[in-house]
């Protein structure tokens, strides 16, 4: 068989024709599973240069941590911590069952102390 007897465009075994990836070898660009590639961040390592309100690449909340603490403590049975944070429906409920009878003011506590209450936009609070 001669090789003007192939067909154009065909590869022949063995033979690595341009534009067509081989089988088994890595692509050029395409990220390999499980092997951090140049550039890339790698996850949940704090990047230098990150914009402000990023933590571990996750966005972070403009609301102040303290002064919705400080609401939550003292006025929390009324919602008012809600309302501050952008969360308008569930703080018409706790005003309107006052803070669930004090039990949901006090679980608001805890999750702003422990850095896992969320804002109106699902943005984490966090200390700065």
Do not use: R
């Amino acid at each position: 068989m001669q090789p003007h007897d192939l067909q154009q465009g065909m590869p022949q075994q063995g033979i690595p024709q341009q534009g067509m990836p081989q089988q088994g070898m890595p692509q050029q660009g395409m990220p390999q599973q499980g092997i951090p590639q140049q550039g890339m961040p790698q996850q949940g390592m704090p990047q230098q240069g990150m914009p402000q309100g990023m933590a571990y690449g996750m966005p972070v909340s403009d609301v102040d941590w303290m002064t919705t603490l400080l609401l939550a403590i003292l006025v929390g049975v009324l919602g008012v911590d809600h309302f501050y944070s952008g969360k308008v429906g569930t703080g018409v409920l706790k005003l309107l069952t006052l803070g669930g009878c004090g039990i949901w003011s006090l679980i608001d506590v805890i999750m702003l102390v422990t850095e896992s209450y969320k804002d109106g936009n699902g943005l984490v609070i966090k200390k700065q």
